[in-house]
């Protein structure tokens, strides 16, 4: 019933689409890159060592991009500080969301889905409301449709074609992806869910993978795969895991002529997911 969950909400990101809602010339005929990289060893050690007081100035505000450019020279550093939370760092901005326990980075033109917003305001506001003496405790409350994304992103006033999200549903505590098989037989088993029974849509698994982090003893299955029907071909890379009763999955899906532009993209923001709690 777990891992069937799990079907379910990839074939919810892979079937349908997230609809999104939403800027001088150099002296000398220099890059940026080229005027500013007598910077890079200086801002290094200032961050390395706690951010001096001159680069206080800069991460207190983007000024003109000046502080997303700066973190661009040393861009580990940043991340590993989640600098990135509040500036781009080499054109990504990270999501982080604690109530859910998980992290992922994503492009930072990229804008959320406006109507998550609107139904997480909707929730917010019914919490507040009186419960019925037969009502369960308001944290008790399942969300309507446990396949809905908690959040999704993609480019402002695409069709939605175009979108990376991350769903959350309740499993047993002792869930394990493993017990189902490796990458390769939880992929195919999730290809041919969203397939279904329907003859005029193809599902395609092109590459699964594991990853594991000891530290917080979590899995990572990584897979991609590919849907084509007579009215679309997607191209999808999914993650999926699970930890202290939920089952998490993230999918970025494109069209497929867009694919080769997109690839590195997906991958970045695949290997970025992960658990924080």
Request: net charge positive; with cysteine.
């Amino acid at each position: 019933m777990a891992l069937q969950q799990y079907f379910h909400a990839c074939k919810y990101v892979s079937r349908n689409k997230v609809y999104m809602t939403q800027s001088s010339n150099n002296r000398q005929g220099k890059s940026p890159a080229e005027e500013f990289a007598p910077l890079a060893t200086t801002f290094r050690r200032r961050l390395l060592a706690g951010v001096g007081s001159a680069s206080l100035v800069a991460v207190g505000a983007n000024f003109g991009g000046l502080t997303s450019f700066l973190l661009g020279l040393v861009p580990e550093s940043g991340r590993s500080l989640k600098l990135d939370v509040l500036y781009p760092i080499k054109g990504y901005s990270r999501r982080i969301e604690n109530n859910e326990g998980f992290e992922f980075i994503y492009p930072a033109s990229w804008v959320g889905d406006q109507r998550l917003l609107y139904r997480a305001a909707e929730r917010l506001e019914r919490s507040l409301d009186p419960l019925p003496t037969n009502s369960p405790k308001s944290g008790n409350r399942p969300r309507k449709n446990v396949n809905e994304p908690i959040v999704a992103y993609g480019p402002p006033g695409s069709s939605g074609e175009l979108n990376v999200s991350v769903i959350v549903s309740p499993v047993p505590l002792d869930f394990s992806i493993e017990t189902f098989g490796g990458p390769k037989e939880v992929g195919e088993a999730v290809v041919k869910t969203i397939t279904g029974q329907r003859s005029d849509v193809k599902g395609t698994l092109i590459e699964s993978t594991m990853r594991e982090d000891p530290k917080m003893n979590v899995k990572y299955y990584e897979l991609e795969f590919k849907v084509e029907s007579p009215s679309f071909k997607r191209h999808n890379v999914a993650v999926c895991c699970a930890r202290g009763g939920r089952l998490f999955t993230l999918n970025a899906q494109a069209a497929e002529s867009a694919w080769p532009e997109l690839k590195s993209a997906f991958y970045r923001i695949a290997n970025s997911f992960n658990l924080t709690s």
